[in-house]
T-cell receptor, first 110, second 116 residues
Framework: AQRVTQPEKLLSVFKGAPVELKCNYS??????LFWYVQYSRQRLQLLLR??SRESIKGFTADLNKGETSFHLKKPFAQEEDSAMYYC????????????FGTGTRLQVFP | GAVVSQHPSWVICKSGTSVKIECRSL??????MFWYRQFPKQSLMLMAT?????????EQGVEKDKFLINHASLTLSTLTVTSAHPEDSSFYIC????????????FGPGTRLTVL
């Protein structure tokens, strides 16, 4: 069965510090991976997806098939990055449901 | 663009009553809508996938007769919690996808259901 694991429930850093939110997945095929973010009192929204290979708000994530990981990174955290981050997996492009991890709350202190 | 709304945003009902939650795509046609349930401090669990004009596909362990889903148009899907009980209290979130070639889901703000 497919599974997404986010080992950290809470990650606290100071402003300007590097951030890495971990995500590991289990799936025997070629998945599509996403990071979703939920700011306080706002709805869930897409942050980035691995096929785009883009940087959004300074965040990047690289799919490592050997380690089955899709960690989210940012070199210098900002206070406005404080939010709930969810890693999600789709088994195939454009047709399948999303399987979410349990989420990691990022707190960035001033 | 790509806004999804839910109504109501919160609802309190008595045990044994039924509650309907609406999910609308405001500025696009949603060929597929998803319904999720989120318990406090837990992840989103997919309940069912609904395609316009066809029966919803429920995830394992989700009672079809308990959670009735209707996707009558390309902009509206409804979730009806029938004979609600306190254990049905949760945060229900819908999302919509606009086309077969799009894999991005746009999420609604969620509906908080409390069953007394």
């Amino acid at each position: 069965a497919q599974r997404v694991t986010q080992p950290e429930k809470l990650l606290s850093v100071f402003k300007g510090a590097p951030v890495e939110l971990k995500c590991n997945y289990s799936y025997s095929g070629s998945p599509e991976l996403f990071w979703y973010v939920q700011y306080s009192r706002q709805r869930l929204q897409l942050l980035l997806r691995h096929i785009s290979r883009e940087s959004i708000k300074g965040f990047t994530a690289d799919l490592n098939k050997g380690e089955t990981s899709f960690h989210l990174k940012k070199p210098f955290a900002q206070e406005e990055d404080s939010a709930m981050y969810y890693c999600a997996l789709s088994r195939s492009y454009n047709t399948d449901k999303l399987i979410f991890g349990t989420g990691t709350r990022l707190q960035v202190f001033p | 663009g790509a806004v999804v709304s839910q109504h109501p945003s919160w609802v309190i009902c008595k045990s044994g009553t039924s509650v309907k939650i609406e999910c609308r795509s405001l500025d696009f046609q949603a060929t597929t809508m998803f319904w999720y349930r989120q318990f406090p401090k837990q992840s989103l669990m997919l309940m069912a996938t609904s395609n316009e004009g066809s029966k919803a596909t429920y995830e394992q362990g989700v009672e079809k007769d308990k959670f009735l889903i209707n996707h009558a148009s390309l902009t509206l899907s409804t979730l009806t919690v029938t004979s609600a009980h306190p254990e049905d209290s949760s945060f229900y979130i819908c999302s919509a996808r606009w086309g077969a070639q799009a894999n991005e889901q746009f999420f609604g703000p969620g509906t908080r259901l409390t069953v007394l």
